[in-house]
């Protein structure tokens, strides 16, 4: 299998143009492709961040989100200590369900409904998201959600928090329930909104910058990003591993939504549905990690893996 990997694009080598090669003209009404991070993201502060920072102080009652733990997901805490110096950045919560205590980043923290945000605004936030980034006017709600680039559809980016929500909440019922009933409420809003033109993208919208700009999560956009670290190999290690266990989860929300149990025994295999779109960004995403890190012959295996499972995918 190692001769194939010079199929693939490797990190940082320029490839050679044809001859008769002519850079295509940028047609009128086209947007160009944002493909800014997540983690260039969280340079832009603002007076909702502001907002939020202040809700998130001693005492305060939060829930967690995006740790790659998901079995700790959507479970209540309290904040007791505040990042202070040589924290890492990091906060102690004690844990509402059997008190024991963990130390968290803040973005990992999310606050109660404040006391002047509206339904709309909480319910965005719920699902990782700002009102803003759904396209619905008249809210600014607290906090940050991922940049949506113009061509992708806004209940597309709804649908994907949802199946995020679901990922990464597997033993929070009641924080589940709260997702489903936010996601319901967002879908009217985005209904009852006039209906935008469709915008042409000027190239298609990379898989990879799907997953690092958050829209399948803010766990799914650390581990994209760890995933391609090039300080540290051990924290490209543990982004590799963070994304294998996505995929793993993702495999499980779907075995969940159709009713089967999890793990799958044998014998129910073949009724797993086949792999959605989630999955697919999420392997793409895995093969060009594994690329920039030098692991040729795993990225051949997982593209391969790609080929099987997505068969009429243009990606």
Avoid at 202 to 225: D, T, Y
Avoid at 250 to 266: D, F, I, K, N, Y
Wanted: net charge negative; glycine share 6%; aromatic share 4%.
């Amino acid at each position: 299998l190692e001769p194939l990997a010079d199929k693939f694009d490797r990190p940082f080598e320029p490839r050679l143009q044809a001859p008769d090669f002519e850079k295509p003209e940028d047609k009128e009404g086209e947007v160009p492709v944002d493909i800014k991070t997540f983690e260039d993201q969280e340079e832009r502060t603002g007076s909702d961040n502001q907002k939020k920072e202040d809700m998130l102080a001693v005492g305060a009652a939060c829930v967690l989100q995006g740790l790659f733990d998901s079995s700790k997901n959507g479970q209540e805490c309290t904040i007791l200590k505040l990042p202070g110096q040589g924290d890492d950045g990091r906060c102690v919560v004690q844990m509402s369900s059997c008190r024991s205590k963990l130390a968290v980043k803040l973005p990992n923290l999310r606050p109660l409904r404040g006391e002047d945000e509206t339904e709309i605004e909480y319910s965005a936030r719920v699902l990782g998201l700002t009102a803003a980034s759904l396209r619905l006017s008249g809210c600014d709600g607290l906090g940050k959600g991922p940049e949506v680039a113009p061509q992708v559809d806004a209940k597309e980016v709804l649908v994907a928090a949802l199946r995020s929500a679901q990922r990464d909440l597997p033993e929070a019922p009641d924080a589940l329930l709260e997702s489903q009933q936010a996601f319901d409420r967002l879908a009217r809003a985005i209904s009852a909104q006039p209906k935008e033109p469709t915008i042409q993208a000027s190239q298609p919208f990379p898989p990879h910058a799907f997953v690092e700009h958050g829209l399948l999560g803010r766990r799914a956009a650390e581990a994209a990003l760890s995933a391609t670290n090039q300080q540290s190999m051990k924290i490209a290690e543990s982004g590799l591993s963070a994304l294998r266990q996505l995929l793993n989860d993702e495999h499980r929300r779907q075995a969940r939504e159709v009713g089967l149990e999890w793990p799958l025994p044998s014998s129910s295999l073949s009724k797993l549905p086949s792999e959605g779109p989630d999955a697919l960004r999420l392997r793409l995403t895995l093969v060009r990690a594994l690329l920039r890190c030098h692991q040729d012959s795993q990225a051949v295996l997982e593209a391969e893996a790609c080929v099987r499972r997505h068969p009429q995918s243009a990606a």
